[in-house]
């Protein structure tokens, strides 16, 4: 019934789990696709191209911007960000859902260009929790931790930018919820094609 | 999370299978419950009183109306029929999610008195399956089913006020759908109260 897919926004502060839940999406929604951005930071240890992220020289990265091949770009700690313009609109114009793990500036600047963008902040339980996994995953220096908790504080204050907020206690559960958004969205008028009975 | 219950209306052409989809969230959903409204019509073969409604005299309905105790009231084909309003109040304060049955003039005057009321309409993928499922419950006589039928057009002139539209094809599917929109009003920021995270 829908005209095209739903363009869906995920942000969450580092740690909370938002790249977990998206691949979880991705099995459980057919019609769902995962968004991989480009970046040019260096890949960690674990990550893989083309999955967390696709791996780029800056060099690359500033000739895609100025192709306009990014719907928004950012630069973060002296290393860029990027969501590719083409692999969006060709999956939702395919009627397929295309899921968006950014930041809160990048989630903005999508709800500008696609105004019915659906826009979900996943948040742990506390701030405690967040720090708990940010030390358990023992990836991060405690002075990185530090500025992740401090930039998580400074992105909860866009959280009424967005539609839903889910909290990520059990990872299952934050996804069945993710999951019923994007249902619900299905169901929307203003999202789906005026219907015709006969 | 949520200041108090939400109040979910359920619209559906006589047929389509809005009270059977009731029951089934119910079971489901332990936050809800459906309300149950109040007739002077006879009670038909099957029907029990306080499960599908609450059988009254007219002049014990019209006392009612005058003590103001409907949310909304109407007079359909001489008969009346009302919403409790001590029933939804008290359920949403308690913080549970009430659903209310009621056709499109009710909904719109929930609409105005609860205006973060979800309202969904409930169809048969067509017409003709609407007609085939009026007949098969063997209830009315043809002339009755063709009222319903012209009856389920008009209403559906409506569905431009509604959030939401579910088409029963399955009543597991259908039931399913709804319970994700609830469940997803649940996440919406707009309905929960200011999130504080320490």
Chains 1, 2 share one sequence.
């Not at 979880?24 to 960690?44: A, D, G, M, Q």
Request: proline share 5%.
């Amino acid at each position: 019934m829908l005209e095209q897919g739903l363009v869906i926004v995920v942000s969450a502060p580092s740690g909370a789990g938002k790249s977990t839940i998206c691949a979880l999406l991705e099995k459980k929604l057919p019609r769902l696709r995962c968004s991989v951005s480009f970046t040019t930071r260096p890949r960690r240890p674990g990550e893989k191209n083309g999955r967390d992220y696709f791996f780029i020289a800056p060099e690359k990265f500033k000739a895609m911007i100025r192709k306009k091949e990014f719907v928004e770009w950012a630069r973060v700690h002296d290393h860029y960000y990027g969501t590719p313009r083409s692999f969006l609109d060709k999956t939702v114009r395919a009627g397929n859902d295309v899921a968006l793990n950014i930041d809160v500036q990048g989630a903005l600047s999508i709800r500008k260009l696609y105004p019915r963008a659906v826009m979900i902040f996943v948040m742990t339980p506390t701030f405690a929790e967040l720090k708990r996994r940010l030390v358990r995953r023992r990836q991060d220096s405690g002075e990185t931790i530090r500025r992740r908790l401090a930039n998580a504080r400074k992105e909860l204050r866009y959280l009424p930018s967005y539609d839903y907020l889910v909290i990520n206690d059990r990872l299952q559960t934050a996804t069945r919820e993710i999951e019923s958004i994007i249902n619900a969205e299905h169901h929307k008028l203003k999202n789906i094609r005026k219907p015709v009975f006969i």
